[in-house]
Antibody
Framework: QVQLHESGPGLVKPSGTLSLTCAVS?????????WSWVRQPPGKGLEWIGE???????NYNPSLKSRVAMSIDKSENQFSLQVFSVTAADTAVYYC??????????????WGQGTLVSVSS | EIVLTQSPATLSLSPGERAILSCRAG??????LAWYQQKPGQAPRLLIY???RRATGIPARFSGSGSETDFTLTISSLEPEDFAVYYCQQRSGWPPLFTFGPGTTVDIK
């Protein structure tokens, strides 16, 4: 059974860069699935950030596309997220998730436990 | 972008009662609609995919139905562990955009 685990700083300064890594165990980031990031501001709903395939191909939410970058490291079996020029509005629990099998993902069948990132000076 | 609307926002019920949650898509969403359960401090858990297929390990009391713009999640008889927030989710277009509904809270009456 695949397991995902997010890690990274819990506090980022405004205008800085948020960087998170998702370590995958029990499965391979090189498999034919898309790997996603989803975030949830405190007390609010879920927002999809973007996804990455093992080839390095990415798709991003248009609302965040100008400030987001994702990468994948097959040797370390992990994938990463960067959000640039952060503001308080980027404060959220960030989840990594595995997309459903197939050429395109339609849902998320495994999730990490989430990590809270606060943006504050 | 497809907008998902969930109703009601809150559903207050007692254990053993039936819960019926609605998710409406702003435009035709086909059958690629999923439902998740989220408990406080936990990640979402996939319950239903393709509108009506139960995910691995999900009890039979959870069922999904619907197509196009109107979808329903039914919990036939609420167990104490079912009190949580439920989100619907759908993928649209290419490049893809995944959208979540605002959620329905099922709490104890």
């Amino acid at each position: 059974q695949v397991q995902l685990h997010e890690s990274g700083p819990g506090l980022v300064k405004p205008s800085g860069t948020l960087s998170l890594t998702c370590a995958v165990s029990g499965g391979s980031v090189g498999s034919s699935v898309w790997w996603s990031w989803v975030r949830q501001p405190p007390g609010k709903g879920l927002e999809w950030i973007g996804e990455i395939y093992h080839s390095g191909k990415t798709n991003y939410n248009p609302s965040l596309k100008s400030r987001v970058a994702m990468s994948i490291d097959k040797s370390e079996n992990q994938f990463s997220l960067q959000v640039f020029s952060v503001t308080a509005a980027d404060t959220a629990v960030y989840y990594c998730a595995r997309g459903s099998a197939g050429i395109v993902a339609s849902w998320f069948d495994s999730w990490g436990q989430g990590t809270l990132v606060s943006v504050s000076s | 972008e497809i907008v998902l609307t969930q109703s009601p926002a809150t559903l207050s019920l007692s254990p053993g009662e039936r819960a019926i949650l609605s998710c409406r898509a702003g435009q035709g969403a086909s059958t690629s609609l999923a439902w998740y359960q989220q408990k406080p401090g936990q990640a979402p858990r996939l319950l239903i995919y393709d509108a009506s297929r139960r995910a691995t390990g999900i009890p039979a009391r959870f069922s999904g139905s619907g197509s196009e713009t109107d979808f329903t999640l039914t919990i036939s008889s609420l167990e104490p562990e079912d009190f949580a927030v439920y989100y619907c989710q759908q993928r649209s277009g290419w490049p893809p955009l995944f959208t979540f509904g605002p959620g329905t809270t099922v709490d104890i009456k």
